[in-house]
């Protein structure tokens, strides 16, 4: 019998649309939307960012768009894979048109002390394994101006001083995403891992932090397999957070996140 040929990806691209998470939210399945598909709109009405934080960006200027995976081989204690992969695709991306590119924990991207893309990757679960996940990502590209109160964006645009093709951008990014989610096909989580990590926001030295009970000083002393970050302060004890649970205290000149 001959084998069936995998479906092809594809790009859907919307003028409009509340949340690209929820448009894939509402087709995710292999045959309507096969794994690598996209859907990307020039504008949403309710971009979401982690835990309900919202994401401004000028329509049609950068690119706002999410992706789906079917990793139903991956273990869903194992589902922070998903995030490095995708961060270390967009970052992979900027590199090639500036320097100074980080990922600051857990799926943002810095250059320098600015944030230049957010994400958020929502994963369904079938037992103990994902269904999906769906990985909503926003890069501002083109923006040449932020009004909202956001404390530290900043664009490509602003950071190299010219505009940017962005079905090129795009393309560019899917093949770099499809390397990555390949790395992981084979069983590469180790690479995955190190390079997560040597990509990092503040990867060495002491910096001001803040969670529940204040402000204090540490430095990062690993990524877990979870995704929990710990950080060692000068005493050399270690404090391990989840999302949300720990805020990096910025410059007053570019806030804090």
Not at 22 to 48: C, I
Not at 237 to 246: G, H, L, M, N, T
Request: proline content about 4%.
């Amino acid at each position: 019998m001959k084998k069936e040929e995998q479906p092809l990806p594809k790009i859907v691209r919307v003028e409009e649309t509340d949340s690209t998470n929820n448009y894939l939210h509402a087709r995710a399945n292999p045959k309507e939307m096969p794994e690598g598909s996209v859907v990307w709109a020039d504008f949403q009405t309710a971009g979401r960012g982690q835990i309900g934080n919202s994401w401004e960006s000028e329509a049609g200027a950068n690119l706002t768009f999410s992706a789906v995976l079917y990793p139903s081989f991956l273990p869903a204690n194992r589902q922070f894979l998903i995030s490095q992969i995708a961060v270390l695709s967009v970052k992979q991306l900027l590199d090639k048109y500036t320097g100074e590119v980080t990922i600051k924990w857990p799926n943002d991207i810095y250059w320098r002390d600015r944030k230049i893309c957010g994400m958020l990757i929502e994963n369904d679960l079938s037992g103990m394994s994902i269904f999906s996940s769906i990985i909503g990502i926003g890069i501002n590209i083109n923006q040449k101006e932020f009004r909202s109160n956001a404390p530290n964006p900043v664009s490509l645009y602003q950071i190299t001083g010219r505009e940017y093709d962005l079905e090129q951008l795009m393309e560019e990014f899917l093949s770099c995403l499809y390397a990555n989610y390949t790395l992981l096909l084979q069983g590469k989580e180790t690479a995955i891992q190190d390079a997560y990590r040597q990509a990092l926001y503040r990867r060495e030295g002491f910096y001001p932090y803040e969670d529940a009970n204040g402000r204090f000083e540490a430095e990062i002393a690993g990524i877990e397999p979870t995704g929990h970050l710990c950080l060692r302060l000068k005493d050399n004890s270690i404090r391990r957070y989840e999302f949300k649970e720990v805020r990096f205290l910025l410059s007053a000149t570019s806030g804090r996140s």
